[in-house]
T-cell receptor, first 116, second 113 residues
Framework: GAVVSQHPSWVICKSGTSVKIECRSLDFQATTMFWYRQFPKQSLMLMATSNEGSKATYEQGVEKDKFLINHASLTLSTLTVTSAHPEDSSFYIC????????????FGEGSWLTVV | GENVEQHPSTLSVQEGDSAVIKCTYSDSASNYFPWYKQELGKRPQLIIDIRSNVGEKKDQRIAVTLNKTAKHFSLHITETQPEDSAVYFCAAGFSGTASKLTFGTGTRLQVTL
Protein backbone atom coordinates (compact mmCIF):
# COMPACT_ATOMS: atom_id res chain seq x y z
CA GLY A 1 0.00 0.00 0.00
CA ALA A 2 0.88 3.65 -0.14
CA VAL A 3 3.58 4.79 2.21
CA VAL A 4 4.46 8.15 3.65
CA SER A 5 7.94 8.52 5.04
CA GLN A 6 9.31 11.19 7.34
CA HIS A 7 12.88 12.11 8.08
CA PRO A 8 14.45 12.47 10.53
CA SER A 9 12.70 10.32 13.10
CA TRP A 10 14.18 12.36 15.88
CA VAL A 11 16.36 15.42 16.06
CA ILE A 12 17.93 17.50 18.79
CA CYS A 13 18.84 21.08 18.05
CA LYS A 14 20.05 24.09 19.95
CA SER A 15 17.82 27.05 20.71
CA GLY A 16 17.91 29.60 17.96
CA THR A 17 18.79 27.20 15.19
CA SER A 18 16.57 25.88 12.43
CA VAL A 19 15.66 22.30 11.69
CA LYS A 20 14.07 20.78 8.61
CA ILE A 21 11.73 17.80 8.56
CA GLU A 22 10.90 16.00 5.33
CA CYS A 23 7.70 14.22 4.38
CA ARG A 24 7.71 12.02 1.31
CA SER A 25 5.02 10.03 -0.41
CA LEU A 26 6.94 7.02 -1.64
CA ASP A 27 4.70 5.48 -4.26
CA PHE A 28 2.03 8.02 -4.98
CA GLN A 29 1.74 11.69 -5.78
CA ALA A 30 0.28 14.05 -3.24
CA THR A 31 -0.70 17.54 -4.29
CA THR A 32 -1.69 18.21 -0.71
CA MET A 33 -0.04 17.13 2.51
CA PHE A 34 -0.85 18.08 6.07
CA TRP A 35 1.40 18.83 9.00
CA TYR A 36 0.33 18.09 12.56
CA ARG A 37 1.97 18.70 15.90
CA GLN A 38 1.45 16.57 18.97
CA PHE A 39 2.65 17.55 22.41
CA PRO A 40 3.10 14.78 24.99
CA LYS A 41 -0.16 13.26 26.14
CA GLN A 42 -2.14 15.53 23.84
CA SER A 43 -3.96 15.16 20.58
CA LEU A 44 -2.75 15.85 17.07
CA MET A 45 -3.28 19.45 16.11
CA LEU A 46 -3.31 20.49 12.49
CA MET A 47 -0.68 23.11 11.83
CA ALA A 48 -0.92 23.71 8.12
CA THR A 49 -1.92 22.42 4.73
CA SER A 50 0.96 22.03 2.33
CA ASN A 51 0.02 22.70 -1.29
CA GLU A 52 2.27 21.63 -4.16
CA GLY A 53 3.43 24.62 -6.12
CA SER A 54 1.75 27.22 -3.96
CA LYS A 55 1.81 28.69 -0.49
CA ALA A 56 0.84 26.66 2.51
CA THR A 57 -2.34 27.38 4.40
CA TYR A 58 -1.78 27.80 8.11
CA GLU A 59 -4.22 27.14 10.91
CA GLN A 60 -5.09 29.92 13.28
CA GLY A 61 -2.38 30.55 15.80
CA VAL A 62 0.41 28.93 13.80
CA GLU A 63 3.15 31.37 12.80
CA LYS A 64 3.91 30.98 9.12
CA ASP A 65 7.25 32.74 9.43
CA LYS A 66 8.34 30.33 12.12
CA PHE A 67 7.10 27.13 10.53
CA LEU A 68 8.15 27.32 6.91
CA ILE A 69 6.55 24.83 4.59
CA ASN A 70 7.76 24.05 1.12
CA HIS A 71 6.01 21.62 -1.22
CA ALA A 72 8.22 21.77 -4.26
CA SER A 73 7.26 18.45 -5.80
CA LEU A 74 4.35 16.06 -5.85
CA THR A 75 6.14 13.69 -3.47
CA LEU A 76 7.91 15.96 -1.01
CA SER A 77 6.88 18.52 1.58
CA THR A 78 9.27 20.01 4.08
CA LEU A 79 8.63 21.71 7.39
CA THR A 80 11.35 23.99 8.70
CA VAL A 81 11.15 25.13 12.30
CA THR A 82 13.08 28.39 12.38
CA SER A 83 14.69 29.96 15.43
CA ALA A 84 13.65 26.97 17.46
CA HIS A 85 12.81 27.35 21.14
CA PRO A 86 12.38 24.65 23.79
CA GLU A 87 8.61 25.11 23.60
CA ASP A 88 8.76 23.94 19.99
CA SER A 89 9.83 20.53 21.23
CA SER A 90 7.12 18.19 20.04
CA PHE A 91 6.19 15.28 17.81
CA TYR A 92 5.63 16.49 14.26
CA ILE A 93 3.76 14.26 11.85
CA CYS A 94 2.61 14.63 8.29
CA UNK A 95 -0.14 13.00 6.30
CA UNK A 96 -1.07 12.60 2.67
CA UNK A 97 -4.03 11.14 0.85
CA UNK A 98 -3.58 8.48 -1.81
CA UNK A 99 -6.35 8.74 -4.37
CA UNK A 100 -5.11 5.45 -5.81
CA UNK A 101 -6.09 3.76 -2.54
CA UNK A 102 -9.60 5.07 -2.26
CA UNK A 103 -8.50 8.36 -0.72
CA UNK A 104 -6.94 6.62 2.26
CA UNK A 105 -5.04 8.93 4.57
CA UNK A 106 -1.49 7.86 5.31
CA PHE A 107 0.61 9.24 8.11
CA GLY A 108 4.36 9.53 8.19
CA GLU A 109 6.27 7.93 11.03
CA GLY A 110 6.55 11.23 12.84
CA SER A 111 9.55 13.25 13.91
CA TRP A 112 10.50 13.96 17.48
CA LEU A 113 12.03 17.40 17.87
CA THR A 114 13.85 18.34 21.05
CA VAL A 115 15.17 21.87 21.36
CA VAL A 116 17.79 22.34 24.05
CA GLY B 1 -14.06 25.17 11.75
CA GLU B 2 -14.63 21.65 12.93
CA ASN B 3 -14.55 20.84 16.63
CA VAL B 4 -14.38 17.27 17.88
CA GLU B 5 -14.97 16.28 21.48
CA GLN B 6 -14.08 12.86 22.82
CA HIS B 7 -15.03 11.05 26.02
CA PRO B 8 -13.86 9.56 28.25
CA SER B 9 -10.25 10.70 28.50
CA THR B 10 -9.30 7.50 30.30
CA LEU B 11 -11.00 4.14 30.36
CA SER B 12 -10.06 1.05 32.29
CA VAL B 13 -11.75 -2.26 31.56
CA GLN B 14 -11.10 -5.85 32.46
CA GLU B 15 -9.95 -8.24 29.83
CA GLY B 16 -12.93 -9.64 27.97
CA ASP B 17 -15.19 -6.70 28.72
CA SER B 18 -16.34 -4.16 26.14
CA ALA B 19 -15.07 -0.62 25.76
CA VAL B 20 -16.98 2.28 24.29
CA ILE B 21 -15.54 5.65 23.33
CA LYS B 22 -17.76 8.47 22.16
CA CYS B 23 -17.15 11.53 20.02
CA THR B 24 -19.19 14.48 18.87
CA TYR B 25 -18.45 16.81 16.01
CA SER B 26 -19.70 20.24 15.10
CA ASP B 27 -19.49 20.58 11.32
CA SER B 28 -22.46 18.89 9.67
CA ALA B 29 -20.54 18.92 6.39
CA SER B 30 -17.97 16.42 7.69
CA ASN B 31 -18.43 13.09 6.00
CA TYR B 32 -15.51 10.96 7.09
CA PHE B 33 -14.92 9.64 10.61
CA PRO B 34 -11.84 7.51 11.24
CA TRP B 35 -10.62 6.03 14.48
CA TYR B 36 -6.93 5.69 15.23
CA LYS B 37 -4.91 3.73 17.74
CA GLN B 38 -1.64 5.31 18.72
CA GLU B 39 1.25 3.79 20.59
CA LEU B 40 3.62 6.17 22.34
CA GLY B 41 5.87 7.92 19.86
CA LYS B 42 4.39 6.16 16.87
CA ARG B 43 2.18 7.26 14.03
CA PRO B 44 -1.59 6.83 14.40
CA GLN B 45 -2.82 3.52 13.06
CA LEU B 46 -6.22 3.47 11.40
CA ILE B 47 -8.37 0.81 13.02
CA ILE B 48 -11.74 1.54 11.47
CA ASP B 49 -13.50 4.33 9.67
CA ILE B 50 -17.00 5.22 8.62
CA ARG B 51 -18.41 7.53 6.03
CA SER B 52 -21.57 9.50 6.39
CA ASN B 53 -23.59 7.35 4.05
CA VAL B 54 -23.68 4.47 6.55
CA GLY B 55 -24.72 4.23 10.16
CA GLU B 56 -22.64 1.31 11.36
CA LYS B 57 -19.56 -0.62 10.38
CA LYS B 58 -18.00 -3.65 11.98
CA ASP B 59 -14.66 -5.35 11.65
CA GLN B 60 -14.24 -8.37 13.94
CA ARG B 61 -14.12 -7.04 17.52
CA ILE B 62 -14.33 -3.40 16.49
CA ALA B 63 -17.42 -1.49 15.44
CA VAL B 64 -18.25 2.13 14.83
CA THR B 65 -21.65 3.75 14.83
CA LEU B 66 -22.57 7.14 13.41
CA ASN B 67 -25.56 9.32 14.14
CA LYS B 68 -25.49 12.16 11.63
CA THR B 69 -28.51 13.90 13.08
CA ALA B 70 -26.98 14.13 16.52
CA LYS B 71 -23.47 14.54 15.09
CA HIS B 72 -21.90 11.86 17.19
CA PHE B 73 -20.07 8.63 16.56
CA SER B 74 -18.79 5.89 18.79
CA LEU B 75 -16.16 3.17 18.84
CA HIS B 76 -17.03 -0.19 20.34
CA ILE B 77 -14.40 -2.77 21.17
CA THR B 78 -15.67 -6.13 22.33
CA GLU B 79 -13.77 -8.93 24.08
CA THR B 80 -10.96 -6.55 24.95
CA GLN B 81 -7.42 -7.87 25.20
CA PRO B 82 -4.34 -6.43 26.91
CA GLU B 83 -2.88 -5.53 23.52
CA ASP B 84 -5.83 -3.21 22.98
CA SER B 85 -4.32 -0.92 25.61
CA ALA B 86 -3.32 2.31 23.86
CA VAL B 87 -4.52 5.81 23.18
CA TYR B 88 -7.43 6.02 20.78
CA PHE B 89 -8.33 9.10 18.77
CA CYS B 90 -11.45 9.84 16.82
CA ALA B 91 -11.34 12.30 13.98
CA ALA B 92 -13.68 14.06 11.61
CA GLY B 93 -13.07 15.45 8.18
CA PHE B 94 -13.91 15.30 4.51
CA SER B 95 -13.28 12.32 2.32
CA GLY B 96 -11.40 13.31 -0.78
CA THR B 97 -8.01 13.79 -2.33
CA ALA B 98 -7.04 16.34 0.30
CA SER B 99 -8.33 15.07 3.59
CA LYS B 100 -7.42 17.06 6.63
CA LEU B 101 -8.69 15.79 9.92
CA THR B 102 -9.73 17.33 13.19
CA PHE B 103 -8.85 15.00 16.02
CA GLY B 104 -10.56 14.39 19.31
CA THR B 105 -8.60 14.75 22.52
CA GLY B 106 -7.89 11.05 22.85
CA THR B 107 -8.85 8.22 25.19
CA ARG B 108 -6.29 6.21 27.07
CA LEU B 109 -7.62 2.67 27.23
CA GLN B 110 -6.19 0.30 29.79
CA VAL B 111 -7.19 -3.33 29.62
CA THR B 112 -6.38 -5.12 32.84
CA LEU B 113 -6.02 -8.84 33.42
Amino acid sequence: GAVVSQHPSWVICKSGTSVKIECRSLDFQATTMFWYRQFPKQSLMLMATSNEGSKATYEQGVEKDKFLINHASLTLSTLTVTSAHPEDSSFYICSATASSSGNTIYFGEGSWLTVV
Amino acid sequence: GENVEQHPSTLSVQEGDSAVIKCTYSDSASNYFPWYKQELGKRPQLIIDIRSNVGEKKDQRIAVTLNKTAKHFSLHITETQPEDSAVYFCAAGFSGTASKLTFGTGTRLQVTL
